[in-house]
């Protein structure tokens, strides 16, 4: 059964950082795509970041470009979101996501993990 439990979440002021985590677990880690999305209160869900099943190559939103970074731990099964200078508007419930189809395909995931809330306060 494919699992996916994301962590890290909570109060920040702006300008701060938090590094969520995405533990994987029921399938072959290196063979499945992970992706982070958020969605803040009144608005759409909406892609952060996403490394890529296999070559592991990455992919940013483009307001999060220069400040996140998503990594993968293959011996924990684990894909983390490093987020740093954050903003105001990078609160949101955040999300963790897999499947087996690229980062560069746009399609609504297979699997869910349950959100992580980060808060950003000025």
């Known amino acids: 059964e494919v699992q996916l439990q994301a962590s890290g979440g909570g109060l920040v002021q702006a300008g701060g950082s938090l590094r969520l985590s995405c533990a994987a677990s029921?399938?072959?880690?290196?063979?499945?795509?992970v992706a982070w999305f958020r969605q803040a209160p009144g608005k759409e869900r909406e892609g952060v970041s996403c490394?890529?099943?296999?070559?592991?190559?990455?992919r940013y939103e483009d307001s999060v470009k220069g400040r996140f970074t998503i990594s993968s731990d293959n011996a924990k099964t684990t894909v983390y979101l490093q987020m740093n200078n954050l903003k105001l508007e990078d609160a949101a419930v955040y999300y963790c996501?897999?499947?087996?189809?690229?980062?560069?395909?746009?399609?609504?995931?297979?699997?869910w993990g349950q959100g992580t809330q980060v808060t950003v306060s000025s």
């Open positions: 996501a897999a499947d087996q189809q690229s980062c560069w395909t746009e399609h609504e995931y297979d699997y």
């Open positions: 029921g399938f072959t880690f290196d063979d499945y795509t």
């Open positions: 490394i890529n099943s296999g070559d592991r190559k990455t």
